[in-house]
């Protein structure tokens, strides 16, 4: 069952049983809200309309069969919760989907077709804090060494490697890339970061030098620029690399030079922010150069810097152990 139309914000009636059509309809509004008002990404606006899926085939497979969206009650969604955790869902998925009822039904509430937000008093399934996977500075030299610099493609992949982690960025940020975000001569870049928010990025000397290498032998396809934008990276083709892309050229050298497979281009700026604690940066700055909205999200890298000064502290104290 789909909640997706032609126009990618909508749902087709048709597929579904009649008494769908206004939660179909709905949904249609909340999305087309999101895109237009709110300036959500595609990816945004995928993630909501498969979670308000989800809730619509839990709705529909209920004795009294699916519900408009001015009949769901708290206890429905209770029901939908409780569903889920039977059904072993993470607590991450079942907290980004209560997420995005809350904001269907206080869009509902703007809009007049709910009184009340169902959603609200449903608090969030308590989530294990896993530190992120980190690679240490010697790991990180082997991978930024790996690709050759003796062709294009090899210059162009050190150019990459050499900027995420030298900026702490993005797989998207890095795609992104324009060349008028560069400013070379005083190792800065502007980033666009997650919702639409920019920020100014220093990069340090060895990705700038990687960088300058890259430009003298990247050759872009005319027709690939969006506008005046000449994207910084691109493929063989001369065409703006995707993050499919930077993600496999990553494996690629993971494989080559036998680093942990766990690794992802999201490692490299969990590296950065870990490697800058590790030598006294303040976590202010680490939220600012993160491009972080929120402190919390920035204060897991002080669990991981912890822990790596009780591994120092046990292999140099007399009788730590």
């Known amino acids: 069952m789909s909640v997706e139309s032609a126009d990618g914000f909508g749902a087709d ?16 509004r909340f999305l087309r809200y999101l895109a237009s008002e709110r300036g959500a990404s595609p990816l945004t606006i995928k993630s909501y309309r498969e979670d308000l899926t989800a809730l619509l085939e839990y709705l529909s497979e209920l004795p009294s069969g699916p519900l408009p969206p001015d009949r769901i009650t708290v206890n429905d969604l209770r029901g939908y919760v409780a569903a889920m955790h039977e059904a072993d869902y ?28 169902p959603a609200k008093p449903l608090r969030n399934p308590r989530k294990p804090r896993n530190l992120p996977h980190v690679l240490s500075t010697e790991e990180i030299g082997r991978l930024l060494q790996a690709p050759p610099s003796v062709n294009p493609m090899g210059i162009r992949d ?11 960025l993005r797989i998207s940020e890095t795609a992104g890339l324009n060349d008028s975000d560069l400013d070379l001569e005083e190792g800065i870049i502007r980033v666009r970061g997650k919702g639409k928010r920019e920020r100014l990025a220093p990069l340090g000397s060895y990705a700038t030098r990687a960088v300058r290498r890259w430009l003298q032998v990247r ?45 992802t281009p999201h490692t490299l700026r969990h590296s950065f922010a870990t490697h800058l604690l590790d030598r006294g940066a303040d976590i202010r700055s680490v939220q600012e150069l993160l491009g972080h909205k929120s402190l919390v999200t920035t204060q897991i890298y002080t669990h991981v810097s912890t822990a790596g000064l009780r591994a120092v502290y046990e292999r140099a104290h007399p009788r730590a152990r």
């Open 158 to 168: 050190r150019a990459i490697l050499e900027t995420m982690y030298s900026a702490g």
């Open 219 to 263: 050759r872009i396809d005319p027709a690939a620029t969006d506008g005046l934008e000449r994207p910084v990276f691109v493929n063989r083709f001369g065409n703006r690399l995707t993050t499919r892309s930077l993600a496999r050229m990553l494996e690629k050298y993971l494989k080559q030079t036998g680093l942990d497979l766990r690794t």
């Open 90 to 117: 993470a607590p991450g998925t079942i907290a980004r989907r209560l997420a995005s009822l809350r904001s269907f039904f206080r869009f509902g509430m703007r809009e007049g077709w709910v009184q009340d937000n």
């Open 13 to 28: 009636a048709s597929l579904m049983p009649t008494s769908n059509s206004a939660f179909v309809s709905a949904v249609a």
